[in-house]
T-cell receptor, first 112, second 114 residues
Framework: KQEVTQIPAALSVPEGENLVLNCSFT??????LQWFRQDPGKGLTSLLLIQSSQREQTSGRLNASLDKSSGRSTLYIAASQPGDSATYLC???????????FGEGTQLTVNP | GAGVSQSPRYKVAKRGQDVALRCDPISGHVSLFWYQQALGQGPEFLTYFQNEAQLDKSGLPSDRFFAERPEGSVSTLKIQRTQQEDSAVYLCASTLGGGGYEQYFGPGTRLTVT
């Protein structure tokens, strides 16, 4: 059974810092890895999707990397802003079923 | 275009009542998923449809949970005889096709069973 772990569970940083969020998964037979953000009381917003054949994806100040063989992904946020404060979730799926298996998230607070 | 919508956004039910939660996926999206998210946890898979066919319902926690998507578009998640442990946010997601596409999520329905 696939298990996804995110470290740290919570992170508080001053505005302007670069930061890294970590995600690990136990079964390397994944098809996609997706990073989401979730604001309090809201649904999930997709940030980046990395297919298993890719090593990284970038969108603006966000960069996600994938090391499938070691079962790890990182989300790098450059020049953090208070508006980045949210819970960040990573999730993986397999080609056969497409259901996502989520980690428990990292709650990020960026202080002005 | 319009995203995934869910209704109601909030539902309070007394223990033992039946509830129905609705999901309107993005137009043209073939696949639809339901997830359950407990407070402080990541979402957990409940069930999956491809068009009107329910291909995976292995995540439904009990036979009190039932989902349908009769015309391959709108889906309804029904919970019979609600229990306190059913209190959670129920999220719906849709995607164009199978595993290669991003899943787009709705805002969720927060169910509170008293």
């Amino acid at each position: 059974k696939q298990e996804v772990t995110q470290i740290p569970a919570a992170l508080s940083v001053p505005e302007g810092e670069n930061l890294v969020l970590n995600c690990s998964f136990t079964d390397s037979a994944i098809y996609n890895l997706q990073w989401f953000r979730q604001d309090p009381g809201k649904g999930l917003t997709s940030l980046l999707l990395i297919q298993s054949s890719q090593r990284e994806q970038t969108s603006g100040r966000l960069n996600a990397s994938l090391d499938k063989s070691s079962g790890r992904s990182t989300l790098y946020i450059a020049a953090s802003q208070p508006g980045d404060s949210a819970t960040y979730l990573c999730a993986v799926n397999r080609a056969s079923g497409s259901r996502l298996t989520f980690g428990e998230g990292t709650q990020l607070t960026v202080n002005p | 275009g319009a995203g995934v919508s869910q209704s109601p956004r909030y539902k309070v039910a007394k223990r033992g009542q039946d509830v129905a939660l609705r999901c309107d996926p993005i137009s043209g999206h073939v696949s639809l998923f339901w997830y359950q998210q407990a407070l402080g946890q990541g979402p957990e898979f409940l069930t999956y449809f491809q068009n009107e066919a329910q291909l995976d319902k292995s995540g439904l926690p009990s036979d009190r949970f039932f989902a349908e998507r009769p015309e391959g578009s709108v889906s309804t998640l029904k919970i019979q005889r609600t229990q306190q442990e059913d209190s959670a946010v129920y999220l719906c997601a849709s995607t164009l096709g199978g595993g290669g596409y991003e899943q787009y999520f709705g805002p969720g329905t927060r169910l509170t069973v008293t």
